[in-house]
């Protein structure tokens, strides 16, 4: 079974513009979680996502938004980016169901903000 | 409020040296305890889950246990390719969020 999968893999965006990520799950899983990653902060929950409705959400500003489609893959969006905004973003996938909740981490989307 | 807490920060063991890894947990009722293994640069990768006290899972060189207030990953005679980081994260009934640890950045040398 093929893995989680983000796109694109690195990315340089300057301050002010707006970016978007791309996570397709695991197939079969309905559940899509979104994470940044920084040294600072450790892993940080942004949004999940659940047949396509927003579930479970983190204390982020309205600059990030997200949203899942009917096959399950999801796209996270950050507008007026800031230097701040510079992480590794990871996507997660997970069953969601019966005894299987762990979650699944795909490679994770490196943005740097300049 | 639901909190993980993993001790310590940071671990460097010799090749062989045995040792463990804690994570604390409160929560209002725990759906599951995960642990994951990162390397750098790249994204968690699952190792295991534990849902009631008392619950052990092993896995080559790792075993993992649960209390009702933390669990242990115990690391038996480790190898240099067991350095990474090590996350812990709790699942609470009634949410599905999934609430992670800082981790403990582990170093075997040979």
């Known amino acids: 079974k093929a893995g989680v999968t983000q796109t694109p893999r690195y990315l340089i965006k300057t301050r002010g513009q707006q970016v978007t990520l791309s996570c397709s799950p695991i197939?079969?899983?309905?559940?899509v979680s979104w994470y940044q990653q920084t040294p600072g902060q450790g892993l940080q929950f942004l949004f999940e996502y659940f047949s396509e409705t927003q579930r479970n959400k983190g204390n982020f500003p309205g600059r990030f938004s997200g949203r899942q489609f009917s096959n399950s893959r999801s796209e996270m969006n950050v507008s007026t980016l800031e230097l701040g905004d510079s992480a590794l973003y990871l996507c997660?996938?997970?069953?969601?169901?019966?005894?299987?909740?762990?979650?699944?981490f795909g490679p994770g989307t490196r943005l740097t903000v300049t | 409020e639901d909190q993980v807490t993993q001790s310590p920060e940071a671990l460097r063991l010799q090749e062989g040296e045995s040792s463990s890894l804690n994570c604390s947990y409160t929560v209002s009722g725990l759906r599951g305890l995960f642990w994951y293994r990162q390397d750098p640069g790249k994204g968690p990768e699952f190792l295991f889950t534990?849902?009631?006290a008392g619950e052990e899972k092993e896995k080559e060189r790792l075993k993992a246990t649960l209390t009702k207030k933390e669990s242990f990953l115990h690391i038996t005679a480790p190898k240099p390719e067991d350095s990474a980081t090590y996350l812990c994260a709790v699942q609470a009934r009634g949410t599905y969020k999934y609430i992670f640890g800082t981790g403990t950045r582990l170093k075997v040398l040979a």
């Open positions: 997660a996938s997970s069953l969601r169901e019966g005894q299987s909740y762990e979650q699944y």
């Open positions: 534990l849902y009631s």
């Open positions: 197939s079969g899983h309905r559940s």
